[in-house]
């Protein structure tokens, strides 16, 4: 995982969100196999769960249950892979963008300042192995920094993951 601001990245961003990328597709998988602690090929209540939260959903017991329900193929209170697959899926595609962001935001901004500071950066950096030393880090904090505050608010941030060549 990189720090930068590919091109890519902001193609992907920009691109019309009709199909899921392999690696998305993989990540699904992934959580799948990997939650799957019994390996019967079927999730069950606590392993739903926990895949979803992985995958970045945080569902309420009833709405696990409701799932659980709705995809039961047997009465056993399991899902299977190819139904996990289909939701995780209209999920992932029905994900607001904005919030999303908004959500990375605050995974920089730990210390709830609403900015996100050289140390914030630094942090970051060192948690993803990132070995950036601070003048690289400063040098994109102002490239990006519209109030010439030394630091990225909410809205430089949006404006950064939202453009577009």
Do not use: C, W
Request: avoid cysteine.
């Amino acid at each position: 995982m990189s720090l930068t601001f590919s091109n890519k990245q902001k193609q992907k961003r920009s691109a019309a969100r009709s199909d899921l990328t392999e690696e998305q597709k993989q990540e699904i998988k992934e959580a799948f196999e990997l939650f799957d602690t019994d390996k019967d090929r079927a999730l069950d209540y606590h392993e739903l769960k926990v895949a979803m939260r992985a995958l970045g959903f945080d569902a309420k017991k009833a709405e696990v249950l409701k799932i659980l329900r709705d995809h039961d193929k047997d009465g056993q209170g399991l899902i299977e892979f190819d139904d996990f697959s289909k939701l995780m899926t209209e999920r992932i595609l029905n994900r607001d963008p904005i919030e999303e962001i908004r959500k990375a935001f605050q995974l920089f901004d730990d210390d709830g300042t609403g900015k996100i500071s050289l140390r914030n950066l630094r942090r970051v950096a060192k948690e993803i192995g990132e070995n950036i030393d601070d003048d690289e880090l400063q040098a994109m904090i102002d490239e990006f920094d519209l109030d010439q505050d030394g630091e990225i608010n909410e809205q430089e941030f949006l404006a950064i993951m939202t453009e577009t060549d």
